[in-house]
C-alpha cells in the first residue's frame, strides 16, 4: 500500500497536466529511441560490410601501397596516394616461384569518369584489372566474356559491364558490341556481369562499375604506372601465413628493403582485414551511441526542471499532506515515482519509435538493393530501459529532496 498510494497520485498528477507531462517525456522518448535507432543501425551496417568482404573470399591476402601498423589500417584506407607498387611486382608474386602458396593474382586501379553512350551520360566507377581478375574474385559474366591476357597488355579498348550499368546506360539496348566512351577514349563492351548486390559506404560495387584492363586505364585513362592494390589467391587457406611471409620477402627483395620497419607495402590477409574494420566500425559505433546518450541527459535535465517547476506548484499540497501525518520520506518517493514514471513511460515510448524506424531504415535499405539485416540488439534494450529510469532517479532526487523539505507552516502561509 506506501507504494500504491503514491503511484495512484503521481498517475492522476501526470493526467492533471497532460500537454507539460509529454514534453517532459519526449526528451526521454527521444533519447531513448536514438540509442536503440544507433545500436541497430550500427550492427546492421557492421554486418553488412563484414559479410560482403567475407564474400571475396577467406583465402585472399591484399597487398597494399604504403606501409602501416601491424594493428591499423594502411594509409591507401584513408585515401592517401602510394605509388610502390608497380605491374612487375604482381608477376613477380604470382609467378609461381618466389611465393608457391599463391594460386593467382590480381592488380587493380580504381577511379571514377563519365561514361557516355549516344545521349545518355553517368558518371560511374571504373576498375582497371587483370584478365585474372575472374578467377581471383569468383566472379562470373552472365553474357559475353571477361578479356584475356593478350587484350590486357597490348592496351585494348574493351569493357566489361556491371548490370546496374547496362540499365543506368543502355536503357534496355542490349549492350554487347556497343561502343561507350569513358573520358575521351571508345570502349567496346564485349561482357555483363552476373549481379552480385549493392555494395555500402563506399565499397565499390560490381554491379555499378565498368571494368577496363589494367594497362588501358593506367595509359589511357589515369595516367600512371602504378597498381592501387593487388590482391593474391592462396591455394590452400592453411598456407595463407606462409603466403604472407614468402610475399613480403619477395617485394622487400626487389624494392632493396632489408629492415622490415622501411617497408613502403602492406600485406593483409581477409582475417586481420576483418578484424580490423571489426574495430573501426566498434569505435565509430560507440562514439554514436555516446552521442544518443546526450539525448538521454538533456531529457533528464528537462524532468528535473518540469519536477522544480511541480514544487513550486504544489507546495499546499505538499503542506497538507505533511500535516496529516506524511513523513519527509512520503513525500521524497512520491516526487521520485513521479519523475520514473515520466522516464519509465518516455523509455517504452522510445523503444517502440525506435524499433520502428530501424524496421523503416532497414525496409529502405533492402528496397535499394543493399543486403541489409534489420536487427535489434536485447542489451540496446535494456541499456535504454535501465538508463531511462536510472535518468529519471538522478535528475528527480533534487527536486524530491526540495520538496520533502517544505514546511507545513510555510506551505500554510504559501500564496
Excluded: C
Excluded at 74 to 91: C, K, S
Excluded at 121 to 130: F, H, K, P, Q, V
Excluded at 173 to 190: A, H, R, S, T, Y
Excluded at 214 to 225: H, N, P, S
Aim: glycine share 10%.
Amino acid at each position: 500500500m506506501r507504494l500504491i498510494n503514491p503511484i495512484k497520485i503521481s498517475y492522476n498528477n501526470l493526467m492533471a497536466a497532460k500537454w507539460r507531462s509529454f514534453l517532459t517525456i519526449l526528451g526521454i522518448i527521444i533519447g531513448v529511441a536514438a540509442v536503440i535507432i544507433i545500436f541497430s543501425i550500427g550492427l546492421s551496417a557492421q554486418r553488412l560490410i563484414l559479410s560482403q568482404i567475407k564474400g571475396l573470399g577467406s583465402n585472399l591476402i591484399g597487398v597494399l601501397p604504403g606501409a602501416s601498423d601491424e594493428e591499423g589500417p594502411p594509409a591507401a584506407a584513408f585515401g592517401i596516394v602510394t605509388t610502390t607498387l608497380v605491374y612487375d611486382d604482381l608477376q613477380a608474386l604470382r609467378n609461381g616461384k618466389s611465393v608457391p602458396e599463391i594460386e593467382d593474382g590480381a592488380g587493380y586501379i580504381l577511379g571514377t569518369t563519365t561514361a557516355i553512350f549516344e545521349e545518355t551520360d553517368i558518371n560511374l566507377s571504373y576498375t582497371g584489372t587483370t584478365a585474372s581478375y575472374i578467377n581471383v574474385e569468383n566472379s562470373e559474366v552472365l553474357i559475353g566474356r571477361f578479356f584475356n591476357e593478350d587484350e590486357e597488355k597490348n592496351l585494348a579498348k574493351v569493357a566489361v559491364i556491371g548490370s546496374n550499368v547496362v540499365e543506368d546506360l543502355f536503357n534496355n539496348v542490349d549492350p554487347l558490341g556497343k561502343k561507350i566512351k569513358l573520358g575521351d577514349q571508345k570502349f567496346e563492351v564485349i561482357g555483363i556481369f552476373k549481379e552480385r548486390g549493392s555494395a555500402a559506404f563506399g565499397l565499390s560495387s560490381q554491379d555499378d562499375s565498368v571494368y577496363i584492363p589494367l594497362k588501358t586505364a593506367q595509359k589511357l585513362i589515369a595516367g600512371v604506372d602504378h597498381l592501387g592494390f593487388i590482391r593474391l589467391k592462396v591455394k590452400d587457406q592453411q598456407l595463407i601465413d606462409s603466403a604472407i611471409a614468402n610475399t613480403k620477402i619477395t617485394l622487400r627483395e626487389r624494392h632493396g628493403i632489408n629492415n622490415p620497419a622501411n617497408d613502403d607495402f602492406s600485406v593483409r590477409d581477409q582475417a586481420s582485414a576483418l578484424d580490423i574494420l571489426g574495430s573501426i566500425t566498434d569505435v565509430l559505433r560507440y562514439f554514436l551511441l555516446a552521442i544518443g546518450t546526450i539525448s538521454l541527459i538533456v531529457g533528464g535535465i528537462g524532468i528535473m526542471n518540469i519536477m522544480l517547476i511541480a514544487v513550486n506548484q504544489r507546495v499546499r499540497e505538499v503542506g497538507l499532506r505533511k500535516a496529516v501525518g506524511a513523513k519527509n520520506k512520503d513525500v521524497a518517493v512520491q516526487f521520485l515515482v513521479e519523475s520514473s514514471a515520466i522516464s519509465f513511460f518516455g523509455g517504452v515510448a522510445g523503444i517502440i519509435l525506435g524499433i520502428l524506424v530501424s524496421f523503416l531504415i532497414a525496409f529502405g535499405a533492402q528496397k535499394a538493393g543493399f543486403d541489409w539485416k534489420f536487427i535489434i540488439s536485447p542489451w540496446s534494450i535494456v541499456v535504454a530501459v535501465v538508463a531511462a529510469i536510472l535518468i529519471g532517479i538522478i535528475f528527480g532526487s533534487y527536486p524530491a529532496r526540495k520538496a520533502s523539505r517544505i514546511s507545513p507552516m510555510e506551505a500554510l502561509r504559501y500564496e
